[in-house]
């Protein structure tokens, strides 16, 4: 156990190890997320019902959704694509959890909305074409590593139609900022969101001020077994961003505040971007 509190406790290389499917494809952990997605009363894995009505309301007002082609990578359990498919959009949405796609799919039958979910990677699989619009909203940007992001742009570039929009929103160095490192040990530290069983949890935080990048790393050890999660989380300024997105072919129109769709202001939180192709 001192081996693995000693890791625990040592900065690894920037996106050194990547956990991302233990969150989504572990059959308990990945119910736990669906649960606390469409949990009101936490932001930690969507945000809540208006401040997401309020989003899918810009988007329309800005971009326009109804007629046409959105596919929304990382969909989850439909939150945005359902109010997207709502509002006339013709919606496909693309995630790679089973759990969260069957909530999904069930949420559309139910409200007769024709909406194409596809079980699948964004990073390597197969993804739509001739989209007029795509969305990656939630910050799921900023969990990539560099090089995944230019891929992930340029995959984007070849889905949108001329002219087309990729909206996305990223955290902020301003956010960055605001953040510690930290090292936490608890029993049960997120009820039984990891494990079923009784168990234990270490949590440490680690800040690379250079890179404006935090990553947060989790040990959870209970009696079956024994499993890290790294989550990595980079920071962005409008000139940043602009300046990587650029590198994959795609120009920055708006850097705008995610919850309002107004200009973006250091004080406004998340920072959404519309770029075109």
Aim: net charge negative; aromatic share 12%; glycine share 6%.
């Amino acid at each position: 156990m001192y081996s693995d509190l000693d890791d625990l406790n040592r900065k690894p290389e920037p996106f050194s190890r990547y956990t991302t499917d233990t969150l989504w494809t572990d059959p308990w952990i990945a119910q736990k997320m669906l649960e606390y997605h469409l949990d009101q009363g936490t932001d930690l894995a969507s945000r809540r019902v208006p401040i997401i009505d309020g989003i899918v309301d810009w988007f329309d007002r800005k971009i326009g959704l109804s007629g046409k082609a959105v596919c929304d990578l990382g969909c989850g359990p439909g939150l945005y694509a359902t109010r997207m498919a709502e509002r006339g959009a013709q919606v496909t949405g693309v995630d790679f959890s089973a759990v969260s796609l069957a909530h999904a799919r069930a949420e559309a039958t139910a409200k007769n909305l024709d909406i194409a979910y596809r079980q699948a990677d964004y990073l390597a699989d197969d993804l739509p074409g001739d989209q007029d619009i795509v969305t990656l909203i939630y910050c799921d940007y900023c969990t990539l590593s560099p090089q995944s992001r230019q891929s992930l742009v340029r995959r984007i570039n070849r889905m949108l139609k001329p002219g087309g929009t990729f909206v996305f929103d990223v955290y902020t160095v301003p956010q960055f900022a605001a953040r510690h490192e930290a090292a936490t040990y608890g029993r049960n530290p997120m009820g039984d969101f990891w494990s079923p069983d009784d168990h234990f949890g270490f949590q440490t935080t680690f800040l690379y001020d250079e890179e404006k990048l935090a990553l947060d790393r989790y040990l959870i050890v209970d009696l079956r077994r024994r499993f890290e999660i790294f989550n990595w989380l980079q920071y962005f300024d409008p000139e940043t961003i602009s300046a990587e997105v650029a590198q994959a072919g795609l120009v920055v129109e708006e850097a705008l505040a995610l919850t309002t769709g107004e200009p973006w202001t250091p004080e406004a939180g998340e920072l959404a971007i519309l770029a075109r192709a």
